[in-house]
């Protein structure tokens, strides 16, 4: 049984909400209780695998890219105030996929838009599904280099520093509280790869 909520459009530019494929276990009732395009929130009520239903809630944000840039031995920081958690954080830069964009693309445009740095080439390092016990959320990690100085185009909401930090430092420095999963994942999955 389809939910039917894979087929509604979930955000103001008209994407479909992000469902990964039909449910297995059955969903009897789909409920939007929020909807600011960006952020959309409600609950699947779902039979359990021992009958009994429940309401499994849930917030869905757009895709996401979160970008390891490196220049000269050095990792491309933001420094930027979080009013949500009440904290500032040096943190990946980082941004929504806009439609149409690939990570990749989203995560040239953020590092631009963001530090004022564009990159000659950006691989995608991974995409996950974030925080799934409540989140419909995917983020996708780019590793950018070859970065050339370019006008900063921040936008309305955005207070950011740019700031570089030694490659064999970053991951220490990125481990200093406050910290968050974006950056420290970021980090993680480049330097598996070799990239750090």
């Known amino acids: 049984m389809s939910d039917g909520l894979g087929d509604l459009p979930a955000f103001d530019d008209g994407r479909n909400h992000s469902l990964p494929g039909e449910p297995e276990w059955p969903v009897r009732e789909v409920v939007v209780e929020y909807d600011e395009g960006w952020f959309v929130g409600g ?40 009013p949500t958690v009440r904290n500032t954080q040096l943190e990946l830069p980082a941004g929504i996929v806009e439609p ?5 693309a989203a995560g ?27 989140l419909r959320h995917t983020r996708g990690y780019v590793f950018a280099e070859g970065l050339e100085p370019v006008d900063v185009d921040h936008d309305s909401n955005e207070f950011l520093v740019p700031r570089t930090v030694p490659i064999d430092e970053a991951l220490a420095v990125a481990r200093e509280p406050p910290t968050n999963d ?11 790869e070799g990239l750090l």
């Open 108 to 134: 040239a445009r953020e590092l631009a838009e963001e530090t004022g740095f564009e990159p000659d080439s950006t691989s995608l390092l991974q995409e996950v599904w974030c925080s799934t016990g409540v």
């Open 43 to 82: 609950y699947d009520r779902v039979e359990q695998p021992d009958g009994t239903e429940k309401k499994y809630y849930w917030a869905e944000l757009s895709p996401a890219t979160v970008i390891v840039a490196v220049a000269d031995d050095h990792v491309l920081f933001v420094e930027q105030y979080r």
């Open 182 to 192: 974006a950056t420290l994942e970021g980090l993680l999955l480049a330097e598996e």
């Open 100 to 104: 149409g964009e690939s990570y990749t």
